[in-house]
């Protein structure tokens, strides 16, 4: 089946600096990839629609110049958390549109201190 | 506006102990719905897709069905590591192909 990966699985970070995530489809091309955040207890919040060659397509309210993404080809979708601080600290996921469905990486647990 | 809603919000069972779980959809223009289990720290893993009202599907102890307004999951004698969050989510017409969540349901299976 379809596998997408994430990386890293766990980052903890300096307030004021910038993290980087990647989500890779590992067997299948991509052109379209979701960026997920995800609060204790609580379901996945979309935050933007990564797509290939393209600028992003952000939700309301969150802000395109804080989490930077960059979707460069049909394989690898970045997020990058720019000037992080302690409330950006958040369980993120990514997800791509396959031809059996929607998968989803196995999550980036980062903790801004 | 597209909305999912899951319910019960938790739920604990013994183990055998078979339930369902509540997904509800706006009506209009759903497209797929879906249903995924989310263990602690983990992504979301895909369960199944239900695409019209009737269709059922199976897989172990899960059968997920689907009418013209909602999707049950049905657990069947239910183990202790059927404990997870179950997600449903819907895929609607306009909605540029991103799922639309429901909150969840906490599902404990105690031996």
């Known amino acids: 089946g379809a596998v997408v990966s994430q990386h890293p699985s766990r980052v903890i970070c300096k307030s004021g600096t910038s993290v980087k995530i990647e989500c890779r489809s590992l067997?299948?091309?991509?052109?379209?990839m979701f960026w997920y955040r995800q609060f204790p207890k609580q379901s996945l919040m979309l935050m933007a629609t990564s797509n290939e060659g393209s600028k992003a397509t952000y939700e309301q309210g969150v802000e395109k110049d804080k989490f930077l993404i960059n979707h460069a080809s049909l394989t690898l979708s970045t997020l990058t958390v720019t000037s992080a601080h302690p409330e950006d600290s958040s369980f993120y996921i990514c997800?791509?549109?396959?031809?059996?469905?929607?998968?989803f990486g196995s999550g980036t647990r980062l903790t801004v201190v | 506006e597209d909305q999912v809603t899951q319910s019960p919000e938790a739920l604990r069972l013994q183990e055998g102990e078979s339930s369902s779980l509540n997904c509800s959809y706006t009506?209009?223009?759903?497209?797929?719905l879906f249903w995924y289990r989310q263990d602690p720290g983990k992504g979301p893993e895909f369960l199944f897709t239900l695409y019209s009202a009737g269709e059922e599907k199976e897989k172990e102890r899960l059968k997920a069905t689907l009418t013209k307004k909602e999707s049950f999951l049905h657990i069947t004698a239910p183990k202790p590591e059927d404990s997870a969050t179950y997600l449903c989510a819907g895929l609607f017409s306009g909605g540029y192909n991103k799922l639309i969540f429901g909150a969840g349901t906490r599902l404990a299976v105690h031996p």
């Open positions: 009506v209009s223009g759903l497209r797929g």
């Open positions: 067997d299948f091309q991509a052109t379209t």
């Open positions: 997800s791509a549109a396959a031809l059996s469905g929607y998968t």
